[in-house]
């Protein structure tokens, strides 16, 4: 094959679906028993299962191996993630990273939603960057609220490892603000689109 052929087919391979990346159709297989729950490719519906597309994948894998082993609270996916062994982990890891989130409207209070805003800015944004878009350190805008609000608990309530030095800017947040502070980052997140 010529040079300028060989070009063109790798240009084309690019362009075709997921089947020929690397980690194979196994890890898209695999994601697709995720769907009912986490949406297709990632993008939930519902509100009381999370948004995973495009989460990072270290968060990802890092999330899938606290629920095998029991340390982070969970209604349903310790039970789920011991099914899994890690190169499928990390096969879905790349598979979700790769999926763009598709942000749904959610109801929320425009007031709140700003008061959020200057709250995020002061006391999250360092490792939420972006207002919470950039995925690094979990998605934060668009999730779905009633989620945040349990993930958020079960940090508070010692039922999830924190983050190393989060633990702190939350209780600074709580303790400077008040509870009520809690709901306005919840309503911004929320307005994201
Ligand atoms: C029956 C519904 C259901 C299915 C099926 C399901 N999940 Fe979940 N998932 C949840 C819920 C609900 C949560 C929130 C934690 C909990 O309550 O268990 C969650 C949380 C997660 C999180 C943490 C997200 C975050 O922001 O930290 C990841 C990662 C995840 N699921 C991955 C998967 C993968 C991968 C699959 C498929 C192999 C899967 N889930 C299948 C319901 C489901
Ligand atoms: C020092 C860095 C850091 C700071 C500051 C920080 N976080 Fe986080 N946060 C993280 C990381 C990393 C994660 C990824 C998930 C994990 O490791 O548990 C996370 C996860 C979360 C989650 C869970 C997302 C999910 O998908 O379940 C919420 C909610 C959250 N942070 C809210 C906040 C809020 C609100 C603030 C500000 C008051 C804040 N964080 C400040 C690092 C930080």
Redesign the pocket.
């Known amino acids: 094959m010529n040079q300028a052929a060989h070009k063109l087919l790798l240009a084309i391979m690019a362009l075709l679906p997921f089947t020929a990346t690397a980690e194979g159709p196994s890890a898209q297989a695999l994601a697709f028993t995720c769907a009912g729950c986490h949406g297709t490719d990632g993008s939930s519906v519902g509100p009381s299962s999370?948004s995973i597309a495009g989460m990072d994948p270290e968060?990802f894998v890092?999330a899938m191996k606290a629920y095998q082993a029991d340390r982070r609270n969970s209604t349903i996916m310790n039970r789920i993630a011991k099914g899994y062994s890690e190169e499928q982990i990390q096969g879905m890891s790349r598979f979700f990273a790769r999926q763009p989130l598709q942000r749904r409207p959610q109801q929320n209070d425009p007031v709140l939603a700003e008061q959020g805003k200057a709250l995020?800015q002061e006391?999250?944004n360092?490792?939420?960057s972006e207002g919470g878009r950039e995925p690094d350190?979990?998605?934060?805008a668009g999730?779905w609220m009633p989620y945040?609000e349990f993930?958020?608990d079960d940090y508070i309530e010692g039922r999830?490892?924190y983050?190393?030095?989060?633990k702190r800017?939350?209780e600074a947040?709580l303790k400077e603000h008040g509870e009520a502070a809690r709901t306005a980052?919840i309503h911004y997140y929320g307005s994201q689109q």
């Open positions: 999370p968060v890092d995020h006391y999250c360092k490792c939420h350190s979990g998605i934060l999730q945040l993930s958020l999830r490892p983050p190393r030095k989060m800017k939350v947040v980052l």
